[in-house]
């Protein structure tokens, strides 16, 4: 079983990782990387997105792919990001919106890869703070961006049922 | 939020055997840095042992070696072994059953699930760079 998957890995292995911004033929990729991971298909969601950001005129870049340098069609992992200022007196920072990772190609360094890319577009935009939003019980991104020196922050997330 | 001392005890001896690795260190090591008893110590590192974080290590010196997974094992793993973390509910404290107690405990609970959430998600591994990032500004203070 285990080299099986040792096999796999390595298979998946790609010789280099590659960031790039993210171009309109990538969505259908990141939606069903997306879809793999969460269990839900959100094109529209994708899309709009995707749309909305290059209408926007945020930094080129700031919605980020990851491939293999030998494989530059295989998507590895995503990254979304996006400049928030003054939310309840917050100075300008940059919000990790969302990053998945491909489950086959994990502890390669791509996530590492994905938010350190981010985290230079954020400081060429100016920014100094990088902030994300995890829930509490998905250990996985939780232990992620912990272990890049993500600490809590001093703003509070808070929620109500309006049914 | 304060911690036992056989958690905070337990915390410190694996971040001292993980700072390089396969670190060798006695008990006496570990307890003179900290200054604490090594009877107090031996116990928290013999609860260790028996969770499988730490095995002694033979030759010599002998002393303890942390054979654990740094990346994989979080502070909650270790402060579970010494106590519980999380709600003890009410039942006989004053006013245990009423809606008051109930709003309370939901307060409570909101705390109890922070401190879960915090404890569960910092890795030994991310606790070394945070003490090694403490490190640097002093150790850059004292080249001035």
């Known amino acids: ?163 | 939020m304060k911690l036992q001392i056989a958690s905070r005890l337990a915390i410190f001896a694996v971040l001292e055997l993980t700072e390089s690795l396969d670190r060798q260190l006695t008990v006496a090591d570990i307890a003179a840095k900290y200054g604490v008893s090594t009877h107090h110590l031996a116990k928290v590192m013999h609860a260790l042992g028996r969770a499988g974080l730490v095995r002694s290590a033979r030759g010599a010196g002998g002393g303890y070696q942390f054979c654990g997974n740094a990346r994989r094992t979080t502070l909650l793993d270790i402060i579970e072994l010494f106590e519980p973390l999380g709600p003890n509910g009410d039942a006989g404290e004053p006013g245990s059953g009423t809606s008051e107690a109930g709003a309370l405990d939901i307060v409570l609970g909101e705390i109890d699930d922070a401190v879960r959430a915090t404890f569960g998600s910092i890795t030994i591994a991310t606790m070394r760079r945070l003490v090694e990032r403490g490190r640097r500004p002093r150790a850059a203070a004292g080249t001035r």
């Open chain 1, 1 to 163: 079983m285990k080299q099986s998957s040792a096999r796999a890995k390595a298979r998946s292995r790609p010789a280099a990782i590659a960031v790039r911004a993210a171009k309109r033929g990538d969505v259908a990729a990141v939606t069903a990387l997306d879809a793999r991971i969460t269990g839900l298909a959100k094109s529209a969601h994708w899309i709009e997105l995707y749309d909305r950001q290059k209408k926007a005129g945020q930094p080129a870049g700031i919605f980020l792919v990851a491939v293999g340098t030998d494989t530059p069609d295989r998507l590895l992992g995503f990254i979304v990001g996006e400049i928030r200022a003054w939310e309840f007196g917050s100075s300008p920072c940059g919000w990790v919106y969302a990053l998945s990772v491909d489950p086959e190609s994990r502890q390669l360094g791509v996530g590492e890869t994905l938010l350190e890319a981010m985290a230079v577009e954020f400081r060429k935009a100016g920014i100094a703070k990088m902030r994300t939003m995890v829930a509490r019980d998905n250990l996985l991104p939780m232990l992620f961006f912990r272990g890049e020196g993500m600490m809590a922050g001093p703003y509070v997330q808070l929620e109500k049922d309006l049914n």
